[in-house]
């Protein structure tokens, strides 16, 4: 009768006792099989879920959310609103806070942009905050960070329909207009 220490190899047992240590030994096969599994469930195990409550919307795409009495400043991803100074960035900002503001979200966290902040969708209940925006007409799609066609179909959506930013005749997007404010401060 063999032991399982020879049969490791042997196919029909992708597991095994080494004779020697009496370790476990996984066929090449078994091993490559598991590693695939894990490389792909990767990056669903690494975003994080964050539940809190929102304590400040500081403008059309950010805010700050308390999660177990630690404060988490979080921007919305995908989507750009004006910025201060710009038509409609107070009517993004009062938008965003309508939906949000001392109630419970859920932040799935999909990255961290240069200022530490948490970039992430936003839902709450079973709305999508980042898309909401969108269909208002009171965001970009912010295709540098995000390709989904469906956003794109939502800003297309406003544009034709003429709503908020898309009434004026030609707004400036909001990263255009932090680069034409950034060269003008550079010439002073």
Known sequence: MKS????????????????KTGRLIFSKSFRLKHLL???????????????GKVVKVADGDSFTLLVNETQIKVRLHGID???????????????LAEMIAGKEVEVKAIDTDRYG????????????????LLKKGLAWHYTAYDKNPAWAKL???????????????????PWEWR???????SRD
């Open 4 to 19: 399982l220490a020879t049969e490791k190899y042997c196919g029909a047992h992708p597991v095994g006792l080494s004779g």
């Open 37 to 51: 599994l894990i490389l792909f469930l990767l990056p669903f195990l690494c975003e994080a879920q964050l539940k």
């Open 81 to 95: 609103c004006p910025e201060k100074g710009q038509d409609f960035s107070d009517a993004a900002k009062q938008a």
């Open 117 to 132: 902040r948490t970039v992430g969708m936003v839902t709450i209940g079973n709305i999508n905050v980042n898309e909401a």
């Open 155 to 173: 800003e297309a959506d406003a544009r034709l329909a003429k709503l908020n930013i898309w009434s004026k005749k030609d707004p400036m997007a």
């Open 179 to 185: 680069n034409k404010r950034k060269k003008i401060n």
